[in-house]
């Protein structure tokens, strides 16, 4: 594996030659594409000689500069470079070569998904369509036209305004596309196919009018006003809360099937998974409305925190995602409950950041080196990004945020910058010196606080002691500066004070006066800092009740079932005080969503994460053993909730609905374990009558793990009324890979063989192996039958798709953690991927990171 190597943050060098301009020609056929790339191009360099563009598989047609012809001696093509020497200080490069998108089934640079033609060049698929220098930094002006046939490719789009349209000989059509922003070449994005449509637009708050389309397969039009309505709330937002206007005539969402991701922000022309663009009453699920609105802002909000100002290079990812992450998160908190969307979005930071940071493959949001830059769309750099933006929010305040990014927008308009240069906008509008703050971006994993109290003489003494874990590679690090907020509540449940803490060294105090009694202290509010807290005997039955801060009732309520879960494993009897406190949970009259999120036992990974060696059979002993004694001391008035709030024939997606749907749907599952017949036909019924997706598939979960007599039917009936929605096929592969019952390893190999199934497209395989491999039980089986069959899966898939294969190797995260049984099973299964010859370097940086 020597070929492999890394690339460091601290080797950037700025580039050598710079891109006037950039006019690009795409001759499409059904067996090939003809790309002719003519470059303006200048020295930066006066020094430098040789031209090095980044070029993936090159196959060279022809290659001029000015104009000439260059002889074969004048050139050298390597596996990922054309290096064409002597060049001038002022020349037009021009390039034309060939490449084949029906192959390409690495979905990354130009490829096909079904019958159209899309691309994905974030961060380097550029270099697979053309030779180019295909680094952030480099920005230029493109002009792109696109020729293809005109019956199959009737639409043709590429980024910027429409400039011309021509017909060609032989039934063929061509369409130039003019950007006049400077952009970098991951922005770059072509679609052609025979699209349908939907259009609507917008007016700018100065007034200029944007046409919007948003592009689908034909027949699923009607699926797309869900994404338009969510389109122009984020223009709106944008405007308000940063002041932001869009600056092109035209914005363009096209949906494909087959995509690495989740969606694409490049310039004017959006190219998206259908999963976050396609929904309808019947077919999606609030949880899918809510993503869909998510990211359609996500990928909204990148035209300026992304495309006008962009990365200097890839190590600053989190400059763009972390802060986008941030935005949209806010965005989603202003147009629906703000207490649960923070609920929500520190649940999945915890469940899948916080295990990463504990990992092997644990890196700082602002990483030091890469072998495939591809493994580094995480959630550290995203979600724990947008925890770090968070901070400077809180630590500056709204008012002195919005004069930051003011500042940062004005003076870094249309350049590529790093992390540094937006903390100076932030320092420098705000006064407030952030030097302290920048270990958030260089250091990984969860920084831990322990809480000590004590309380003498009217005063409170807060003692906090910062535990940082060490790097990766044992080094040690240094410790954070944050906000912390808290509160102290006297006996009676009163408030005695709210403030915002700094935390900045190791170990420091803080004291309170002049109290009556000792308070009860409610800390880290709002999850103000991305961190652990470490408190030996917190009133969780009492801020459950009285604390005002919504993150802390919750945090309070998910603390006491922690704890009353792992006394039971270590053999106690059910803690009655959270029985009860559990109960006063279901009598609080407040908003639907947030007393669904209440009522939710912690997930097996808080638990795991807990654990010093992780197995899993104690963890589901337990907390199915308390879930069934919550279902038979409560049924009567869980079964009151679930039916003052099941209205089968109600499938609206307001936020009324969603909430009694999510409580309703809460209750049904707080019930299952009871697994009596009048539970199963009730969930039955809800599956046959409801018209709503959510309830549809919470049922059917529920059916196919606990009341498998009637599960057949159901997920019988399921899959013969959405057969051909594959949207809806990936929920059906989920539920049954994520399954507890019997055999579910043998269902899983046979389904590969469903005629739906199709290993080529990312979402069926996240959605049937991605989700097993994440199946605690099948999937840490001790007889190892989990870790092969995804081992297998790894290689065979690493064949057709590397960026698939490494995202299915990161369940093998937990390597380092797990118990010795299972290690030693991981270790021979992992150390065979390793062993597979021409192993990506995406798999290659993953495993040997857990092996090593
Ligand atoms: N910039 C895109 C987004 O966050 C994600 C691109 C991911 N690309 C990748 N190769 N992993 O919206
Ligand atoms: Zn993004």
């Not at 259009?199 to 200029?208: I, L, N, P, R």
């Not at 004694?629 to 709030?645: G, P, Q, R, S």
């Not at 599960?711 to 059906?732: I, P, R």
Request: hydrophobic share 35%.
């Amino acid at each position: 594996m020597s070929e492999i190597e890394a690339i460091y943050l601290k080797d950037y060098k700025k580039p050598a030659f710079s891109i006037e301009s950039v006019n690009l020609e795409f001759d499409l056929y059904e067996e090939f594409a003809i790309v002719t790339n003519i470059m303006k191009m200048n020295k930066v360099d006066g020094n430098e000689k040789t031209l090095e563009l980044h070029s993936t598989d090159l196959e060279l047609v022809e290659l001029y500069i000015n104009d000439l012809k260059l002889k074969e001696s004048r050139y050298i093509i390597s596996k990922e470079s054309l290096s064409v020497l002597n060049v001038p200080s002022e020349f037009t490069l021009k390039v034309v070569n060939k490449i084949y998108p029906q192959n390409n089934t690495e979905l990354e640079g130009l490829y096909k998904s079904g019958s159209i033609f899309c691309t994905q060049n974030e961060p380097e698929g550029f270099r697979s369509i053309t030779p180019y220098l295909d680094r952030p930094d480099v920005m230029s002006v493109f002009t792109t036209t696109v020729i293809a046939d005109k019956e199959s490719y009737p639409v043709l789009l590429s980024n910027g305004n429409k400039v011309d349209t021509k017909d060609r000989v032989d039934k063929r059509r061509s369409v130039t596309w003019h950007d006049p922003h400077p952009k970098p070449s991951y922005l770059f994005a072509l679609v052609a196919g025979d699209l349908g449509s939907i259009t609507d637009e917008f007016t700018t708050a100065s007034g200029s009018n944007v046409e919007l389309n948003i592009y689908c397969d034909k027949g699923n039009e009607s699926k797309c006003y869900h994404a338009m309505k969510s389109l122009k709330e984020a223009m709106l937002w944008d405007e308000q809360k940063y002041g932001r206007e869009y600056d092109l005539d035209i914005y363009n969402i096209v949906a494909v099937d087959s995509f690495n991701m989740g969606a694409m922000e490049n310039k004017g022309l959006n190219i998206f998974n259908s999963a976050y663009v396609l929904a309808d009453e019947d077919s999606a699920s609030d949880a899918n409305f809510m993503g869909i609105q998510s990211v359609i802002a996500h990928e909204y909000f990148h035209n300026w925190t992304g495309n006008r100002i962009t990365c200097r290079d890839w190590f600053q990812l989190t400059l763009k995602e972390g802060l986008t992450v941030f935005r949209d998160q806010c965005f989603s908190a202003d147009l629906n409950s703000a207490e649960v969307q923070r609920i929500d979005d520190v649940k999945s930071l915890r469940e899948r950041q916080f295990v990463e940071d504990a990992s092997p493959t644990a890196h700082p949001i602002q990483p030091k080196s890469y072998i495939s830059m591809n493994n580094f769309y995480t959630s550290t750099v995203y979600e724990k990004g947008a925890e770090v933006i968070r901070m400077i929010h809180t630590l500056l305040g709204e008012e002195n945020y919005r004069k930051a990014t003011d500042l940062y927008f004005k003076s870094f308009d249309g350049q590529a910058v790093t992390t540094d240069d937006f903390l100076w906008a932030m320092q420098e509008a705000s006064g407030i010196d952030l030097s302290a703050f920048k270990t958030w971006y260089h250091q990984s994993g969860t920084p831990k606080l322990k809480v000590e109290e004590s309380f003498s003489d009217g005063v409170y003494k807060l003692t906090l002691t910062q535990v940082i874990p060490n790097a990766v590679d044992s080094t040690k690090q240094n410790p954070y500066y944050y906000p912390l907020k808290m509160g102290l509540l006297d006996e009676s449940g009163e408030e005695i004070l709210a403030q915002t803490l700094v935390v900045s060294k190791e170990r420091e105090e803080f004291i309170f006066q002049n109290l009556k009694s000792k308070p009860i202290l409610s800390i880290n509010r709002a999850f103000s800092a991305p961190i652990i807290v470490e408190q030996k005997s917190a009133e969780y039955a009492f801020l459950m009740k009285y604390d005002s801060d919504s993150f802390v009732k919750y945090e309070s309520a998910q603390n006491f079932a922690v704890e009353t879960i792992e006394s039971m494993m270590r053999g106690q009897e059910i803690n009655s005080s959270f029985v009860e406190a559990y109960g006063h949970l279901l009598d609080l009259d407040i908003d639907l969503s947030y007393k669904a999120l209440l009522l939710e036992l912690p997930s097996v990974s808080t638990l795991m994460q807990r654990q010093d060696e992780v197995d899993f059979e104690p963890i589901y002993e337990a907390k199915e053993k308390l879930a069934k004694h919550l279902a038979v001391t409560f049924e009567d008035k869980v079964m009151k909730l679930y039916v003052d709030n099941h209205f089968p024939n109600v499938s609206a997606i307001d936020s009324l609905n969603m909430g009694k749907r999510s409580l309703k749907n809460r209750a049904l599952k707080i019930l299952a374990p009871l697994e009596t017949p009048a539970i199963g036909k009730l969930t039955q019924a809800q599956y046959n009558e409801s018209l709503s997706m959510s309830d549809r598939v919470v049922a059917l979960d529920i059916l196919e793990n606990t009341f498998s007599d009637f599960a057949l039917e159901a997920l019988g009936d399921f899959y013969s009324k959405y057969k051909d929605q594959t949207l809806v096929m990936n929920k059906y592969f989920s539920i049954l890979s994520a399954s507890h019952r019997e055999g579910v390893l043998k269902r899983v190999i046979e389904l590969q063989n469903d005629e739906v199934y199709d290993e080529k497209v990312p979402n069926l395989v996240r959605s049937l192996i991605g989700v097993f491999a994440r199946n605690y039980k099948y999937f840490h089986a001790k007889d190892a039958s989990g870790y092969k069959f995804v081992a297998d899966k790894i290689i065979e898939i690493d064949k057709i798709n590397p960026q698939m294969a490494s995202g299915l190797a990161g369940a093998f995260k937990i390597y380092s953690r797990i118990n010795t049984l299972n290690k030693e099973l991981m270790r021979v299964e992992l150390q065979r991927i390793l062993n597979t010859k021409e192993l990506s370097k995406n798999s290659f940086e993953i495993i040997s990171k857990i092996l090593k």
